[in-house]
């Protein structure tokens, strides 16, 4: 008898042979076929006159053993057996095993290219570093962005834009989400997947990260709450190992646009990177909008109108070269369809931001237009004298004091994520007004207000107070009294598996909220917040303001990483102090009986202010409620309860830039 550790070594070995690949596994079927051959050869030989030599024999086996054709014409019953024998063990071994490991071998193949493992050989591309719910809006943005799309390839010597996107895993589905876009579509095939994580330094050599003209990292999801591995930490990682890569190959650093969650985060992130970098903190920028927002009711319309890809206006930044020599006041005159919202003037290693800028101001070459237009084609002075504007004239200072609600405020917010203690401390930045907030969730009381504290320490200057409730049910939501506040926020919440149920959650919420202030004589204000951007048109009669966060930040994402300066313009309209978007009623300009957006602009430039359009009491026949930049001659036949859309205050402050030298370079 075989002892048994013999059989297991040889079991090993012929393992050890086979997961090697498919070239070690068809030379150990090559080696059972000689096997094979020989046996029969050796079975039919003695006392066979039809054989010369043993040769002869072990080749008639070999020919049974490989096409069962020539079995009829054997004679004799003892080769007939034998050659049967042979036919079937060549159906198993010869054609089952040698076609299944060939089939293995290039379903195998034909895997590892769909999962994109092969490095890409592209140069001046845009590199997007994770698929998650940032993903199709942030590729929807470049693609929108066709005017800013040009300069920047342009500016790169490149003819298409091509995108890379790493996935921790690609899948068919991905594909078919991107051809099936509609927004996307038939660009979809200019897009090009990759699997790998950025946490991974050969993932980052997959997609071409050194080779990009620009690097988007979205922040991802964690690995759960309870994790010491946030998206930040993998933000971080990622910016790591692009710029040890970059160090080891001697190799210049590629402009990096990162998004990171806790904006307290921002100086680790720049100094992992010493690249150019541009830090979007999403926690920040949402807060900063949800506090406008509450301070001035309605603005998120102008807000989704101007920071998400939808027909409509939006703001870029123009050289200062298209019309060096002249005034703020003399550009406007040549720009019909746009508005002139000031510009940004070099200084040091960043730029001065000067929203609301006096009509005089002259315009130089180095300097960066901040325009407010529909098409990036529309930014550019025409020299048709049949189109020029009337002069006007914007002075120094502004003569109105700008608009808030309050100055107190009971704020309601339904629902807990990440972002409530920096929402909470943008509110505090409001020295001038007061913020009382209840929070309200399902989560333990006491982990809520750890984090709180964990975030402000002992330097919390606002009040608060922790509600454990569920408030998709009637009952407890009742209990709350929502009619007695001001404002109510319903969060989406970053603890549900995706975005769909998170905001599943939140419309649940909504609906059971409608129905409990159906009798308010006065309601409060309501603003919701969603996850997924396919979910804001399933409420019909959604008569919120709706932010769908993922949308906002993709659209900061990708027009800052095609135009690096527009990242201070944001965060100078958006941040208390400076300049701000403000609604003023008509009776606070000088405006004639029946005035159009022409004497608007006029009466609101003589208050050292810039008009940018209308804000109905009713929506129109479309549905809008918001006309912005409409054409100069346009009647704003304004009704009772419409409100004028104002750039208001001024601002001159200067910003930092991450890397000075490169602030020509992005010209």
């Known amino acids: 008898m075989v002892p048994l550790p013999f059989i297991d070594?040889?079991?090993?070995?012929?393992?050890?042979?086979?997961?090697?690949?498919?070239?070690?596994?068809?030379?150990?079927?090559?080696?059972?076929?000689?096997?094979?051959?020989l046996v029969g050869g050796l079975l039919v030989w003695p006392g066979s006159d039809s054989f010369n030599s043993l040769g002869d024999a072990v080749w008639w086996a070999f020919l049974r053993l490989t096409d069962p054709g020539y079995l009829g014409d054997d004679q004799g019953d003892w080769r007939r057996l034998v050659s049967t024998l042979l036919t079937i063990t060549g159906y198993v071994v010869f054609m089952g095993t040698l076609v299944a490991i060939l089939t293995?071998?290039?379903?195998?193949?034909?895997?590892?290219?769909?999962?994109?493992?092969?490095?890409?050989?592209?140069?001046?591309?845009?590199?997007v570093l994770g698929w998650n719910s940032r993903t199709i809006p942030l590729i929807q943005e470049l693609l929108a962005s066709s005017g800013r799309v040009r300069r920047f390839l342009a500016l790169h010597a490149t003819?298409?834009?091509?995108?890379?996107?790493?996935?921790?895993?690609?899948?068919?589905?991905?594909?078919?989400s991107l051809s099936s876009d509609r927004e996307i579509g038939r660009w979809a095939r200019q897009i090009v997947l990759r699997s790998g994580t950025p946490l991974q330094p050969e993932a980052l050599h997959r997609v071409a990260c050194l080779d990009a003209?620009?690097?988007?990292?979205?922040?991802?999801?964690?690995?759960?709450?309870?994790?010491?591995?946030?998206?930040?930490?993998?933000?971080?990682?990622?910016?790591?190992?692009?710029?040890?890569?970059?160090?080891?190959?001697?190799?210049?650093?590629?402009y990096v646009v990162a998004e990171i969650d806790d904006i307290r985060k921002q100086a680790v992130v720049e100094r992992a990177y010493p690249g150019p970098l541009e830090v979007i903190a999403g926690d920040a920028v949402l807060s900063r909008l949800l506090v406008q927002t509450i301070?001035?009711?309605?603005?998120?319309?102008?807000?989704?109108?101007?920071?998400?890809?939808?027909?409509?206006?939006?703001?870029?930044?123009?050289s200062g070269d298209i019309a060096e020599g002249q005034t703020l006041g003399e550009l406007a005159q040549t720009c019909p369809a746009a508005i002139i919202l000031g510009l940004l003037e070099a200084e040091g290693d960043g730029w001065r931001v000067r929203l609301n800028a006096p009509a005089t101001t002259p315009?130089?070459?180095?300097?960066?237009?901040?325009?407010?237009?529909?098409?990036?084609?529309?930014?550019?002075?025409?020299?048709?004298?049949?189109?020029?504007?009337?002069?006007?004239?914007?002075?120094?200072?502004?003569?109105?004091?700008?608009?808030?609600?309050?100055?107190r405020h009971r704020i309601l917010v339904l629902g807990w994520n990440e972002r409530v203690p920096a929402l909470l401390a943008e509110m505090t930045g409001y020295r001038d007004h007061a913020f009382a907030v209840d929070l309200v969730s399902i989560l333990p009381a006491h982990e809520r207000e750890l984090a709180i504290d964990r975030y402000f320490?002992?330097?919390?200057?606002?009040?608060?107070?922790?509600?454990?409730?569920?408030?998709?049910v009637e009952a407890e939501l009742r209990a709350l009294e929502p009619a007695a506040y001001d404002c109510i926020l319903l969060l989406s919440s970053d603890r549900l598996a995706s975005g769909e149920e998170a905001d599943a959650r939140t419309m649940m919420g909504y609906l059971q909220l409608q129905e409990v202030l159906a009798g308010a004589s006065d309601p409060p204000q309501v603003i919701m917040e969603l996850s997924d951007p396919d979910n804001e048109t399933l409420l019909v009669t959604n008569q919120s303001e709706t932010m769908v966060s993922p949308m906002i930040l993709s659209h900061l994402l990708a027009q800052v990483a095609l135009r690096r300066e527009l990242r201070v313009v944001f965060d100078e309209l958006f941040t208390p102090g400076g300049a701000e978007i403000i609604f003023r009623e008509p009776a606070d300009y000088a405006l004639p009986a029946a005035p159009d957006f022409a004497a608007l602009e006029s009466a609101a430039g003589a208050c050292g202010e810039t008009a940018l359009g209308v804000f109905r009491s009713r929506p129109d026949s479309s549905g809008a409620w918001l006309v912005l930049n409409p054409e100069r001659d346009t009647p704003l036949d304004l009704q009772a309860g419409d409100r004028l859309v104002i750039l208001g205050g001024n601002a001159g402050h200067t910003t930092e830039s991450n890397e000075g030298d490169t602030m020509e370079a992005t010209a």
């Open 9 to 37: 070594r040889v079991k090993y070995i012929v393992e050890r042979q086979f997961v090697k690949g498919a070239l070690f596994q068809l030379l150990v079927v090559g080696v059972c076929i000689g096997l094979i051959s």
């Open 104 to 127: 293995r071998s290039l379903i195998a193949r034909m895997t590892d290219l769909e999962r994109g493992l092969t490095p890409v050989t592209l140069r001046h591309h845009v590199v």
């Open 159 to 176: 003819r298409r834009l091509r995108m890379v996107v790493l996935s921790e895993e690609v899948s068919s589905a991905q594909v078919l």
């Open 213 to 254: 003209a620009a690097v988007i990292v979205p922040s991802g999801r964690g690995h759960g709450s309870d994790s010491l591995v946030s998206a930040d930490v993998q933000t971080v990682k990622a910016l790591l190992s692009m710029a040890s890569q970059a160090q080891y190959q001697r190799r210049p650093l590629p």
């Open 295 to 318: 301070l001035h009711p309605g603005l998120s319309e102008v807000l989704n109108e101007l920071l998400t890809a939808r027909v409509g206006n939006d703001i870029y930044v123009r």
């Open 363 to 407: 315009i130089r070459a180095e300097d960066r237009l901040i325009i407010l237009a529909r098409d990036y084609a529309e930014t550019q002075p025409t020299a048709d004298p049949k189109t020029t504007l009337a002069p006007v004239g914007r002075g120094p200072t502004p003569t109105l004091p700008l608009t808030h609600t309050g100055p």
């Open 457 to 472: 320490g002992d330097n919390i200057r606002l009040t608060h107070h922790q509600i454990e409730a569920d408030f998709v």
